[in-house]
């Protein structure tokens, strides 16, 4: 089965089962990871499913939107690949995909 | 007063207001210069209200039933709603007969109340065709109170001055904020009275609140109370939101909280020059950065930027502590469940946001013609985006009337508002209400409601103003 990991800024790794067809931040509420919130339910309008993506995937899910940059410009811990977790649709290729949630979720 | 004697008042007024803002020009350098900025706008607004016979707007009267009025007549800007008890059933009917409603006239102008959950977020998210300004509640502050805030300005300015303040509740600092918070909470509380009953608004909500904000600001200690005095005055003001506070008294509010703020700032860089270590205190933050170290040069931002951190903090946090405590007693069961199993503490304190909503809406205004939820919204008219309306929706939440502390979506209330302007307080506030009840539960076995609450008179903040309980502390395990 495919399977995407959340590491969190504690460190700790949560590997949970990568659904196709669902955003990450719904993937990551459902198995309850810790630290992504998923507040306004994937409107990218609240900024708390804040994820990193390892610079080695950004080829494969792409740099942040730019409704995603209007939450993404406030937060002091912003990254360079920074992305709303809501709006990234899982897809069969992103097995093995690694995240950082950092601890700054607005 | 004689036709003369007003005139000639009315002529030594409008001098001294010339003079003020001569001398405003003149004193532009000095050191407080935003007292004399206000002085001046102060007398054009009171010379004004004496010219137009303005006098107070409200005087409260029954309010019938929501099903006995016309679905057109309804005006949700009623600032006696709350207070009466009749908020929910004329937000209801609004919600679901015509969501997005036009009020064509009240004391505030026209305006659109959004109602829904959904079209709530759709309008907040959207800030090129709603902008937040010149103010976001639903009338207009005297003009001496058109403070610079960076909640009422759009993209990009208000992003630039929120990115300055924004990292006094980063995670880091809350977490070095934790400990002083919760010591604070235990003080509190190890003296409230058991043998009788005390007003819970005085005694714990309106005291730890002030306490939160002087560790927010490293404002001096023992004189806390100023902060909330400074913020209620600011907070209720009759044309801006329908509230009881007099101009006079505002603006004397005003000024003392100008003198108090950039002393407290003064103070500050004099202590930071003798080598204090940096603390992570706002102050110290916007003089540690680029963009806001000489902020103190520009008064009315400077003034905006912490009454706004002030106001923001203050009716909001003391309400919900307040509303807690309410609507566990309103839904015993709900405390039993909270009892048996504290890990829901997190979930309750979203779940009492959601149920308290203490700000009832913030005010947009369409930058261009637009239809929303089928309704043509035309460039300029106002709308009002009810979010305690949003937080009862049916749409989303079942049983919205119902505090359910281990509700599943409570996190998804609205009371934070949504988009670029989602509260920035928001985990300090959850911080501090979920500090409250992990020290509450092993003090107390009930926190008992013993008498009617009595609300404050708004339509902006949904706040209780007195609350008498009666506390059983639990049984001393020897
Ligand atoms: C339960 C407590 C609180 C509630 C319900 C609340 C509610 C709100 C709401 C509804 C907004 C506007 C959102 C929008 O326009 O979309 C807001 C903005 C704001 N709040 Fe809070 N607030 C709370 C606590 C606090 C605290 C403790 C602070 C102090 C640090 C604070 C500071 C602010 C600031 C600075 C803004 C302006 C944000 C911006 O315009 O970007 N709030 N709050
Ligand atoms: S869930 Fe709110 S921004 Fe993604």
Not at chain 1, 89 to 106: I, N, S, Y
Not at chain 2, 393 to 410: G, H, T, Y
Request: glycine share 6%; net charge negative; hydrophobic share 40%.
């Amino acid at each position: 089965m495919s399977s995407v990991t959340f590491v969190t800024h504690e460190g700790e790794s949560h590997e949970v089962p990568l659904d196709d067809d669902r955003s990450l931040m719904q993937i990551a509420v459902d198995n309850g990871v810790p630290g992504i919130d998923g507040d306004c339910g994937g409107e990218a309008a609240c900024g708390t499913c804040h994820i990193v993506v390892d610079p080695a995937w950004t080829d494969t899910v792409g740099m942040s939107t730019e409704v995603e940059e209007e939450m993404l410009a406030m937060n002091p811990e912003r990254h360079p690949t920074s992305r709303l977790a809501c709006q990234m649709t899982a897809a069969e290729k992103w097995d093995g995909l690694v995240v950082q949630v950092p601890e700054f979720q607005m | 007063m004689t036709m003369k004697t007003l005139s000639q008042t009315i002529i030594s007024t409008m001098r001294s207001a010339g003079d003020s803002v001569q001398s405003a020009a003149e004193a532009a350098q000095s050191a407080l210069p935003m007292n004399v900025l206000l002085r001046g706008a102060q007398l054009y607004d009171k010379t004004r209200r004496m010219v137009t016979g303005d006098d107070k707007i409200f005087t409260e009267t029954p309010i019938p039933p929501a099903a006995d009025v016309a679905l057109a007549d309804i005006d949700l800007s009623n600032p006696f709603l709350y207070r009466q008890g009749r908020w929910a059933e004329y937000a209801e009917r609004v919600r679901n007969e015509a969501p997005v409603h036009f009020r064509p006239e009240s004391p505030f102008g026209p305006f659109w109340s959004v109602t829904r959950h959904a079209d709530i977020i759709t309008v907040d998210k959207n800030h090129e065709v709603f902008s937040a300004e010149p103010f976001i509640i639903i009338g207009e502050p005297p003009r001496f109170m058109d403070v610079a805030m960076f909640i009422a300005m759009d993209p990009p300015r208000h992003d630039q001055q929120r990115a300055a303040v924004q990292g006094v509740v980063a995670p880091k600092n809350l977490r070095e904020m934790e400990g002083l918070i919760r010591s604070r909470v235990r003080e509190v509380l190890d003296d409230l009275p058991t043998d009788r009953p005390f007003n819970w608004v005085q005694d714990v909500s309106i005291e730890l609140t002030a306490r939160m904000l002087a560790t927010l600001l490293d404002f001096p200690y023992d004189q806390r109370r100023k902060l909330v005095e400074w913020s209620d005055l600011a907070g209720s003001m009759e044309q801006a939101n329908g509230g009881q506070s007099d101009n006079d008294e505002v603006f004397r509010g005003m000024l003392d909280a100008a003198k108090g703020l950039s002393a407290l700032w003064h103070d500050k860089a004099a202590r930071r020059a003798a080598g204090e270590e940096p603390g992570f205190d706002l102050i110290t933050m916007l003089q540690s950065n680029e963009d806001t170290k000489d902020l103190i040069d520009r008064p009315m931002e400077f003034l905006g930027n912490l009454i706004l951190l002030i106001i923001g903090g203050n009716d909001t946090t003391r309400n919900s502590m307040s509303g807690g405590v309410l609507a566990l007693n309103r839904f015993p069961d709900q405390f039993e469940k909270l009892k048996a199993n504290p890990d829901l503490i997190p979930n309750m304190v979203s779940e009492i946001i959601r149920w308290q909503t203490p700000l009832a809406y913030m005010r947009r205004v369409a930058t261009c013609d637009t239809i929303l939820n089928g309704q043509f919204i035309r460039k300029g008219d106002k709308l009002v985006m009810w979010y305690a309306s949003g937080n009862r929706d049916e749409r989303v939440f079942d049983r919205p009337e119902e505090l359910i502390i281990d509700r599943k979506n409570a996190r998804n209330h609205i009371a934070f508002g949504f988009g670029v302007h989602r509260c920035m307080g928001n985990r300090l506030a959850e911080l501090q209400l979920r500090i409250l009840w992990e020290e509450l539960l092993p003090r107390f076995e009930n926190i008992e409601v013993v008498d009617e609450p009595e609300y404050v008179q708004s339509n902006f903040v949904r706040g209780i103003s007195k609350l008498m309980v009666r506390l059983t502390p639990k049984a001393e395990v020897s």
